[in-house]
Protein backbone atom coordinates (compact mmCIF):
# COMPACT_ATOMS: atom_id res chain seq x y z
CA UNK A 1 0.00 0.00 0.00
CA UNK A 2 3.10 2.51 0.58
CA UNK A 3 3.79 2.42 -3.32
CA UNK A 4 0.16 3.99 -4.14
CA UNK A 5 0.95 7.22 -1.16
CA UNK A 6 2.33 10.19 -3.34
CA UNK A 7 2.17 12.15 -0.73
CA UNK A 8 5.79 12.70 -0.29
CA UNK A 9 5.68 13.73 -4.34
CA UNK A 10 6.44 17.67 -4.96
CA UNK A 11 3.88 19.08 -7.25
CA UNK A 12 5.43 19.36 -10.88
CA UNK A 13 6.58 15.58 -10.10
CA UNK A 14 3.52 14.56 -9.22
CA UNK A 15 1.59 16.32 -12.48
CA UNK A 16 4.80 14.93 -14.64
CA UNK A 17 3.94 11.36 -13.69
CA UNK A 18 0.13 11.97 -13.75
CA UNK A 19 0.80 12.89 -17.50
CA UNK A 20 2.59 9.68 -18.27
CA UNK A 21 0.34 6.89 -16.56
CA UNK A 22 -2.35 8.67 -19.12
CA UNK A 23 -0.44 8.34 -22.15
CA UNK A 24 0.33 4.91 -21.05
CA UNK A 25 -2.88 4.24 -20.29
CA UNK A 26 -4.15 5.21 -23.23
CA UNK A 27 -1.48 3.26 -25.22
CA UNK A 28 -2.47 -0.16 -23.22
CA UNK A 29 -6.28 0.63 -24.03
CA UNK A 30 -5.48 0.75 -27.83
CA UNK A 31 -3.90 -2.44 -27.53
CA UNK A 32 -6.56 -4.03 -25.50
CA UNK A 33 -9.11 -3.56 -27.77
CA UNK A 34 -6.87 -5.29 -30.26
CA UNK A 35 -6.37 -7.90 -28.31
CA UNK A 36 -10.22 -8.15 -27.55
CA UNK A 37 -10.96 -7.71 -31.12
CA UNK A 38 -8.17 -10.98 -32.03
CA UNK A 39 -9.39 -13.32 -29.15
CA UNK A 40 -13.10 -12.42 -30.42
CA UNK A 41 -12.44 -13.33 -33.85
CA UNK A 42 -10.46 -16.19 -33.31
CA UNK A 43 -12.98 -17.51 -30.67
CA UNK A 44 -10.29 -18.24 -28.59
CA UNK A 45 -13.15 -17.80 -25.64
CA UNK A 46 -14.92 -21.57 -26.54
CA UNK A 47 -12.11 -23.59 -25.36
CA UNK A 48 -11.68 -21.84 -22.52
CA UNK A 49 -15.47 -23.00 -21.84
CA UNK A 50 -17.46 -19.69 -22.44
CA UNK A 51 -20.10 -19.22 -25.19
CA UNK A 52 -19.00 -15.78 -25.78
CA UNK A 53 -16.58 -12.93 -26.10
CA UNK A 54 -19.12 -11.13 -23.39
CA UNK A 55 -18.98 -14.07 -21.00
CA UNK A 56 -15.21 -14.62 -21.02
CA UNK A 57 -14.91 -10.98 -20.33
CA UNK A 58 -16.96 -11.23 -17.08
CA UNK A 59 -15.74 -14.45 -15.89
CA UNK A 60 -12.43 -15.00 -16.85
CA UNK A 61 -11.27 -10.73 -17.25
CA UNK A 62 -13.31 -10.07 -14.45
CA UNK A 63 -14.43 -7.13 -16.07
CA UNK A 64 -17.89 -5.29 -15.35
CA UNK A 65 -20.84 -5.55 -17.09
CA UNK A 66 -20.75 -1.89 -18.33
CA UNK A 67 -16.63 -2.43 -19.39
CA UNK A 68 -17.18 -6.01 -21.23
CA UNK A 69 -19.95 -4.06 -23.56
CA UNK A 70 -18.31 -1.21 -24.37
CA UNK A 71 -14.87 -2.42 -24.90
CA UNK A 72 -16.40 -5.76 -27.26
CA UNK A 73 -18.50 -2.94 -28.80
CA UNK A 74 -15.19 -0.62 -29.93
CA UNK A 75 -13.10 -3.75 -30.26
CA UNK A 76 -15.39 -4.66 -32.84
CA UNK A 77 -15.41 -1.15 -34.39
CA UNK A 78 -11.78 -0.71 -34.24
CA UNK A 79 -11.37 -4.00 -36.11
CA UNK A 80 -13.43 -2.98 -39.29
CA UNK A 81 -12.22 0.93 -38.97
CA UNK A 82 -8.25 0.49 -37.64
CA UNK A 83 -7.85 4.23 -37.65
CA UNK A 84 -10.09 4.34 -34.20
CA UNK A 85 -7.11 2.67 -32.62
CA UNK A 86 -4.21 5.05 -33.64
CA UNK A 87 -7.21 7.74 -32.38
CA UNK A 88 -7.32 6.28 -28.33
CA UNK A 89 -3.98 5.73 -28.20
CA UNK A 90 -2.81 9.06 -29.25
CA UNK A 91 -5.57 10.61 -27.16
CA UNK A 92 -7.79 12.38 -29.74
CA UNK A 93 -10.66 10.33 -28.55
CA UNK A 94 -12.27 7.80 -26.18
CA UNK A 95 -13.82 4.52 -25.43
CA UNK A 96 -17.57 6.29 -25.26
CA UNK A 97 -16.62 8.52 -28.39
CA UNK A 98 -16.23 5.37 -30.31
CA UNK A 99 -20.05 4.42 -29.26
CA UNK A 100 -21.57 7.29 -30.00
CA UNK A 101 -19.89 7.79 -33.24
CA UNK A 102 -19.39 3.89 -34.30
CA UNK A 103 -23.61 4.21 -35.86
CA UNK A 104 -22.35 6.57 -38.17
CA UNK A 105 -18.98 5.09 -39.59
CA UNK A 106 -18.27 4.11 -43.15
CA UNK A 107 -15.19 3.81 -44.75
CA UNK A 108 -15.66 7.24 -46.41
CA UNK A 109 -15.68 9.09 -43.40
CA UNK A 110 -13.71 8.18 -40.68
CA UNK A 111 -11.47 11.20 -40.82
CA UNK A 112 -14.42 13.33 -40.61
CA UNK A 113 -15.84 11.68 -37.43
CA UNK A 114 -12.74 11.23 -35.51
CA UNK A 115 -11.67 14.92 -36.10
CA UNK A 116 -14.88 16.24 -35.16
CA UNK A 117 -14.85 14.07 -32.27
CA UNK A 118 -11.02 14.81 -31.23
CA UNK A 119 -10.44 15.94 -27.61
CA UNK A 120 -14.32 16.50 -26.99
CA UNK A 121 -16.93 15.71 -24.26
CA UNK A 122 -19.85 13.40 -24.96
CA UNK A 123 -22.23 16.12 -24.76
CA UNK A 124 -20.01 18.10 -27.60
CA UNK A 125 -20.13 14.69 -29.83
CA UNK A 126 -23.89 14.47 -29.30
CA UNK A 127 -24.46 18.37 -30.20
CA UNK A 128 -22.61 17.64 -33.57
CA UNK A 129 -24.03 14.33 -34.21
CA UNK A 130 -27.17 15.55 -33.77
CA UNK A 131 -26.69 18.26 -36.22
CA UNK A 132 -24.47 16.03 -38.84
CA UNK A 133 -27.28 13.17 -39.12
CA UNK A 134 -30.73 14.28 -37.45
CA UNK A 135 -32.77 11.50 -36.21
CA UNK A 136 -36.69 11.45 -34.68
CA UNK A 137 -36.88 12.90 -31.23
CA UNK A 138 -36.91 9.89 -28.18
CA UNK A 139 -39.69 10.55 -25.44
CA UNK A 140 -38.86 9.07 -21.91
CA UNK A 141 -41.36 6.30 -21.63
CA UNK A 142 -43.92 6.88 -18.80
CA UNK A 143 -45.58 4.65 -16.34
CA UNK A 144 -48.23 2.06 -18.20
CA UNK A 145 -48.54 2.22 -21.62
CA UNK A 146 -47.91 5.40 -24.22
CA UNK A 147 -46.52 5.70 -27.38
CA UNK A 148 -42.71 5.79 -28.35
CA UNK A 149 -41.23 7.03 -31.72
CA UNK A 150 -38.70 4.68 -33.32
CA UNK A 151 -35.39 4.76 -32.04
CA UNK A 152 -31.74 3.49 -32.27
CA UNK A 153 -31.36 3.08 -28.44
CA UNK A 154 -30.77 -0.49 -27.70
CA UNK A 155 -30.39 -2.39 -24.38
CA UNK A 156 -27.03 -3.67 -22.62
CA UNK A 157 -27.84 -6.56 -20.84
CA UNK A 158 -25.99 -6.45 -16.83
CA UNK A 159 -26.76 -10.16 -15.60
CA UNK A 160 -30.56 -10.02 -15.00
CA UNK A 161 -30.54 -5.73 -15.05
CA UNK A 162 -30.77 -4.09 -18.31
CA UNK A 163 -29.56 -0.62 -19.21
CA UNK A 164 -30.36 1.54 -22.62
CA UNK A 165 -27.36 1.94 -24.38
CA UNK A 166 -26.47 2.31 -28.47
CA UNK A 167 -25.56 -0.12 -31.31
CA UNK A 168 -22.28 0.08 -32.83
CA UNK A 169 -22.70 -1.04 -36.79
CA UNK A 170 -24.55 -3.66 -37.44
CA UNK A 171 -24.83 -4.41 -33.40
CA UNK A 172 -28.21 -6.05 -32.15
CA UNK A 173 -29.87 -6.49 -28.98
CA UNK A 174 -28.26 -8.78 -27.41
CA UNK A 175 -30.61 -11.73 -26.01
CA UNK A 176 -30.91 -14.44 -23.80
CA UNK A 177 -28.51 -14.93 -20.46
CA UNK A 178 -25.60 -12.68 -18.50
CA UNK A 179 -23.46 -16.29 -20.44
CA UNK A 180 -25.11 -15.13 -23.79
CA UNK A 181 -25.47 -11.12 -24.09
CA UNK A 182 -23.13 -9.97 -26.33
CA UNK A 183 -23.50 -7.83 -29.38
CA UNK A 184 -24.17 -9.50 -33.02
CA UNK A 185 -23.32 -8.75 -36.20
CA UNK A 186 -26.90 -8.57 -37.64
CA UNK A 187 -28.90 -5.58 -39.38
CA UNK A 188 -31.38 -5.52 -37.00
CA UNK A 189 -32.34 -2.66 -34.68
CA UNK A 190 -34.25 -3.18 -31.66
CA UNK A 191 -36.28 -0.76 -29.32
CA UNK A 192 -35.19 0.32 -25.73
CA UNK A 193 -35.81 -2.05 -23.13
CA UNK A 194 -35.15 -1.39 -18.91
CA UNK A 195 -35.48 -3.86 -16.07
CA UNK A 196 -34.42 -3.01 -12.81
CA UNK A 197 -35.22 -4.64 -9.07
CA UNK A 198 -37.55 -2.50 -6.84
CA UNK A 199 -37.06 -5.01 -4.11
CA UNK A 200 -35.49 -9.10 -4.15
CA UNK A 201 -39.25 -10.58 -5.55
CA UNK A 202 -40.52 -6.80 -7.44
CA UNK A 203 -39.02 -5.73 -11.21
CA UNK A 204 -39.62 -2.85 -13.00
CA UNK A 205 -40.49 -3.33 -16.85
CA UNK A 206 -40.24 -0.65 -19.07
CA UNK A 207 -40.04 -1.49 -22.74
CA UNK A 208 -41.25 0.16 -26.19
CA UNK A 209 -43.76 -1.86 -27.93
CA UNK A 210 -44.47 -2.00 -31.73
CA UNK A 211 -48.47 -1.19 -32.36
CA UNK A 212 -49.40 -4.54 -33.20
CA UNK A 213 -48.13 -5.74 -29.72
CA UNK A 214 -49.32 -2.95 -28.40
CA UNK A 215 -53.03 -3.71 -29.39
CA UNK A 216 -52.49 -7.74 -28.76
CA UNK A 217 -51.82 -7.02 -25.16
CA UNK A 218 -55.05 -4.73 -25.04
CA UNK A 219 -57.21 -7.40 -26.78
CA UNK A 220 -55.33 -9.75 -23.89
CA UNK A 221 -56.36 -7.59 -20.59
CA UNK A 222 -59.76 -7.35 -22.55
CA UNK A 223 -59.75 -11.24 -22.41
CA UNK A 224 -59.10 -11.61 -19.18
CA UNK A 225 -61.11 -8.79 -17.76
CA UNK A 226 -62.74 -11.12 -15.04
CA UNK A 227 -59.70 -11.94 -13.66
CA UNK A 228 -57.92 -9.35 -13.53
CA UNK A 229 -61.00 -5.96 -13.40
CA UNK A 230 -58.23 -3.50 -13.26
CA UNK A 231 -56.34 -4.29 -16.34
CA UNK A 232 -53.22 -5.32 -14.59
CA UNK A 233 -50.79 -6.01 -16.93
CA UNK A 234 -48.06 -7.90 -14.86
CA UNK A 235 -51.00 -10.28 -14.52
CA UNK A 236 -52.20 -10.85 -18.10
CA UNK A 237 -48.14 -10.85 -18.97
CA UNK A 238 -47.71 -13.90 -16.37
CA UNK A 239 -50.59 -15.74 -18.04
CA UNK A 240 -49.41 -15.09 -21.25
CA UNK A 241 -45.81 -16.43 -20.31
CA UNK A 242 -47.24 -19.64 -18.68
CA UNK A 243 -49.10 -20.38 -22.02
CA UNK A 244 -45.78 -19.86 -24.03
CA UNK A 245 -43.44 -21.68 -21.92
CA UNK A 246 -46.20 -24.93 -22.13
CA UNK A 247 -45.87 -24.28 -26.08
CA UNK A 248 -42.45 -24.08 -26.19
CA UNK A 249 -41.45 -26.89 -24.02
CA UNK A 250 -43.91 -28.96 -26.13
CA UNK A 251 -42.37 -28.12 -28.99
CA UNK A 252 -38.70 -28.27 -28.29
CA UNK A 253 -38.55 -30.85 -25.23
CA UNK A 254 -41.51 -32.87 -26.28
CA UNK A 255 -42.87 -31.86 -23.01
CA UNK A 256 -46.41 -33.88 -22.24
CA UNK A 257 -48.01 -35.06 -19.35
CA UNK A 258 -49.02 -38.38 -20.90
CA UNK A 259 -46.17 -39.93 -22.06
CA UNK A 260 -46.16 -43.20 -24.28
CA UNK A 261 -45.54 -46.04 -22.89
CA UNK A 262 -43.89 -47.73 -26.02
CA UNK A 263 -41.78 -44.92 -27.53
CA UNK A 264 -42.13 -45.13 -31.30
CA UNK A 265 -38.54 -46.27 -32.86
CA UNK A 266 -35.82 -44.03 -34.19
CA UNK A 267 -36.22 -44.17 -38.13
CA UNK A 268 -33.67 -41.73 -39.25
CA UNK A 269 -29.95 -41.32 -37.10
CA UNK A 270 -30.89 -37.58 -37.04
CA UNK A 271 -34.04 -37.81 -35.62
CA UNK A 272 -33.79 -37.28 -31.95
CA UNK A 273 -37.34 -38.97 -30.58
CA UNK A 274 -38.99 -36.75 -27.68
CA UNK A 275 -38.57 -39.16 -24.95
CA UNK A 276 -34.73 -38.45 -25.51
CA UNK A 277 -35.05 -34.61 -25.40
CA UNK A 278 -37.24 -34.47 -22.55
CA UNK A 279 -34.46 -37.01 -20.50
CA UNK A 280 -31.74 -34.96 -21.93
CA UNK A 281 -33.15 -31.51 -20.75
CA UNK A 282 -33.86 -32.90 -17.24
CA UNK A 283 -30.18 -34.12 -17.23
CA UNK A 284 -28.67 -31.50 -18.36
CA UNK A 285 -30.44 -28.63 -16.10
CA UNK A 286 -31.09 -26.49 -19.18
CA UNK A 287 -27.67 -26.27 -19.69
CA UNK A 288 -24.31 -26.44 -21.81
CA UNK A 289 -22.15 -29.29 -21.12
CA UNK A 290 -19.10 -28.02 -22.84
CA UNK A 291 -16.24 -28.32 -19.92
CA UNK A 292 -13.05 -25.95 -20.69
CA UNK A 293 -9.59 -27.01 -20.46
CA UNK A 294 -9.67 -25.53 -16.75
CA UNK A 295 -12.95 -27.72 -15.83
CA UNK A 296 -15.07 -24.82 -16.37
CA UNK A 297 -18.55 -26.05 -17.71
CA UNK A 298 -19.92 -23.73 -20.25
CA UNK A 299 -22.76 -21.10 -18.10
CA UNK A 300 -25.10 -21.08 -21.48
CA UNK A 301 -28.82 -21.35 -20.98
CA UNK A 302 -30.36 -19.89 -24.32
CA UNK A 303 -29.90 -20.93 -28.01
CA UNK A 304 -29.24 -24.20 -26.77
CA UNK A 305 -28.58 -27.36 -29.35
CA UNK A 306 -29.08 -31.33 -28.87
CA UNK A 307 -25.62 -32.60 -30.16
CA UNK A 308 -24.96 -36.36 -30.99
CA UNK A 309 -22.15 -37.18 -28.44
CA UNK A 310 -21.03 -40.08 -31.98
CA UNK A 311 -21.62 -37.83 -35.33
CA UNK A 312 -24.40 -39.22 -37.21
CA UNK A 313 -21.86 -39.05 -40.18
CA UNK A 314 -19.90 -41.60 -37.98
CA UNK A 315 -22.87 -43.46 -36.76
CA UNK A 316 -23.94 -42.25 -34.04
CA UNK A 317 -27.78 -42.59 -32.63
CA UNK A 318 -29.81 -40.34 -30.51
CA UNK A 319 -30.16 -42.22 -27.28
CA UNK A 320 -30.65 -40.17 -23.76
CA UNK A 321 -26.96 -42.21 -22.99
CA UNK A 322 -25.43 -40.64 -26.33
CA UNK A 323 -26.69 -37.36 -26.54
CA UNK A 324 -26.18 -33.65 -25.20
CA UNK A 325 -27.24 -30.03 -24.68
CA UNK A 326 -24.72 -27.90 -26.03
CA UNK A 327 -24.95 -24.27 -26.85
CA UNK A 328 -24.46 -23.31 -31.06
CA UNK A 329 -20.60 -21.65 -30.16
CA UNK A 330 -20.12 -25.17 -28.44
CA UNK A 331 -21.60 -27.22 -30.92
CA UNK A 332 -19.94 -25.78 -34.08
CA UNK A 333 -16.39 -26.10 -31.89
CA UNK A 334 -16.93 -29.53 -31.42
CA UNK A 335 -17.79 -30.44 -34.99
CA UNK A 336 -14.62 -28.02 -36.03
CA UNK A 337 -12.82 -30.03 -33.58
CA UNK A 338 -14.05 -33.65 -34.46
CA UNK A 339 -14.29 -32.66 -38.90
CA UNK A 340 -11.57 -30.02 -39.15
CA UNK A 341 -12.20 -26.16 -39.40
CA UNK A 342 -11.81 -25.99 -43.16
CA UNK A 343 -14.33 -28.72 -43.79
CA UNK A 344 -16.79 -26.75 -41.45
CA UNK A 345 -16.28 -23.92 -43.04
CA UNK A 346 -16.94 -25.17 -46.39
CA UNK A 347 -20.35 -26.85 -45.32
CA UNK A 348 -21.38 -23.50 -43.87
CA UNK A 349 -20.40 -22.04 -46.96
CA UNK A 350 -22.51 -24.48 -48.95
CA UNK A 351 -25.50 -24.09 -47.22
CA UNK A 352 -25.52 -20.35 -47.49
CA UNK A 353 -25.14 -20.13 -51.36
CA UNK A 354 -28.71 -22.52 -51.21
CA UNK A 355 -31.05 -20.99 -48.93
CA UNK A 356 -33.93 -19.87 -51.15
CA UNK A 357 -33.90 -23.30 -52.04
CA UNK A 358 -34.07 -24.51 -48.92
CA UNK A 359 -37.09 -22.10 -48.14
CA UNK A 360 -38.83 -23.09 -51.27
CA UNK A 361 -38.50 -26.61 -50.41
CA UNK A 362 -39.68 -26.39 -47.20
CA UNK A 363 -42.91 -23.93 -48.43
CA UNK A 364 -43.70 -27.04 -50.59
CA UNK A 365 -42.91 -29.82 -48.22
CA UNK A 366 -46.10 -27.46 -46.40
CA UNK A 367 -48.29 -27.38 -49.00
CA UNK A 368 -48.05 -31.63 -49.51
CA UNK A 369 -48.60 -31.57 -45.54
CA UNK A 370 -51.87 -30.02 -46.11
CA UNK A 371 -52.76 -32.15 -49.43
CA UNK A 372 -52.41 -34.98 -47.45
CA UNK A 373 -54.18 -33.86 -44.49
CA UNK A 374 -57.23 -33.16 -46.68
CA UNK A 375 -56.89 -36.61 -47.79
CA UNK A 376 -57.43 -37.97 -44.44
CA UNK A 377 -54.16 -38.59 -43.08
CA UNK A 378 -53.15 -38.06 -39.34
CA UNK A 379 -50.85 -34.63 -38.98
CA UNK A 380 -47.74 -36.92 -38.02
CA UNK A 381 -48.02 -39.26 -40.76
CA UNK A 382 -48.64 -36.16 -43.38
CA UNK A 383 -45.62 -34.50 -41.91
CA UNK A 384 -43.22 -37.89 -42.13
CA UNK A 385 -44.51 -38.72 -45.29
CA UNK A 386 -43.91 -35.05 -46.82
CA UNK A 387 -40.80 -35.62 -45.73
CA UNK A 388 -39.79 -38.57 -47.03
CA UNK A 389 -38.77 -38.01 -50.69
CA UNK A 390 -35.51 -35.64 -51.33
CA UNK A 391 -34.10 -35.69 -54.30
CA UNK A 392 -31.02 -32.98 -56.08
CA UNK A 393 -33.14 -31.82 -58.90
CA UNK A 394 -36.21 -29.97 -58.25
CA UNK A 395 -39.69 -31.12 -58.21
CA UNK A 396 -43.24 -29.84 -59.02
CA UNK A 397 -45.99 -29.77 -56.33
CA UNK A 398 -47.91 -32.67 -57.95
CA UNK A 399 -44.84 -34.64 -58.34
CA UNK A 400 -43.83 -34.54 -54.96
CA UNK A 401 -47.57 -35.51 -53.99
CA UNK A 402 -46.75 -38.50 -55.99
CA UNK A 403 -43.64 -39.72 -54.36
CA UNK A 404 -45.48 -39.28 -50.95
CA UNK A 405 -48.32 -41.26 -51.32
CA UNK A 406 -46.42 -43.88 -53.33
CA UNK A 407 -43.95 -44.22 -50.37
CA UNK A 408 -47.41 -44.77 -47.94
CA UNK A 409 -50.88 -46.63 -48.71
CA UNK A 410 -51.62 -48.29 -45.29
CA UNK A 411 -55.11 -47.75 -45.92
CA UNK A 412 -55.81 -48.25 -48.94
CA UNK A 413 -55.08 -46.63 -52.49
CA UNK A 414 -54.73 -43.50 -53.19
CA UNK A 415 -54.86 -42.12 -56.34
CA UNK A 416 -53.63 -38.71 -57.47
CA UNK A 417 -55.35 -36.92 -60.71
CA UNK A 418 -53.32 -37.19 -63.95
CA UNK A 419 -55.00 -34.46 -65.52
CA UNK A 420 -56.39 -31.58 -63.61
CA UNK A 421 -53.52 -29.40 -62.31
CA UNK A 422 -52.08 -29.05 -59.25
CA UNK A 423 -53.25 -26.56 -56.54
CA UNK A 424 -50.43 -23.95 -56.32
CA UNK A 425 -51.20 -23.63 -52.27
CA UNK A 426 -51.52 -27.00 -51.57
CA UNK A 427 -55.08 -26.87 -50.40
CA UNK A 428 -57.92 -29.96 -51.31
CA UNK A 429 -59.44 -30.42 -54.55
CA UNK A 430 -58.36 -30.42 -57.97
CA UNK A 431 -55.47 -32.84 -58.59
CA UNK A 432 -56.21 -34.84 -55.34
CA UNK A 433 -58.67 -37.60 -55.07
CA UNK A 434 -58.86 -40.51 -52.94
CA UNK A 435 -60.13 -43.72 -53.87
CA UNK A 436 -61.74 -46.51 -51.71
CA UNK A 437 -59.75 -48.15 -49.04
CA UNK A 438 -60.57 -51.11 -50.33
CA UNK A 439 -58.38 -53.93 -50.34
Known sequence: MRAYRLNHLRDSVLLREL????????????????????????RLYLPAGYPSMYAYCLGELHLSEDAAYLRIGAARTA????????????????????RLLSPHLKPGNV???????????????????????????????????????????????????????ELGPGQVEPKGSAAELVPE??????????VSPFSPDRYALQIALPRATHDKLRYAQSLLGHAFPSGDIAGVLDRALDSL????????????TRPRRQPRPTRTRRHIPAQVRRAVWERDQGQCTF??????????????EFDHVDPVARGGWATAERMRLRCRGHNQFEAER??????????????????????????????????????????????????????????????????????????????????????????????????????
Do not use: Y
Not at 83 to 97: D, K, P, Q, V, W
Not at 391 to 401: A, C, G, K
Open 185 to 194: RVDVLSPPTH
Open 245 to 256: IIQLEKRKLGAT
Open 338 to 439: VFGAEFMRRKRSAASDRPRKDADADDQTLDVIAGLRALGLRAIEARHIAQAPRLDHPLSLEERMRLALRAHRPRGTVQVGAHAPAPATGRPGGAWSQASAGP
Open 111 to 165: GELIAAATHKGRADIELWLARRFPRPEALRIDDGVSPLPNTRLVPVHVGEDVVSG
Open 291 to 304: VGDRGRRCGARTRL
Open 79 to 98: REFPALLGAISEGRIHLTAI
Open 19 to 42: TILVEQDRENTAKFLACIAEVDER
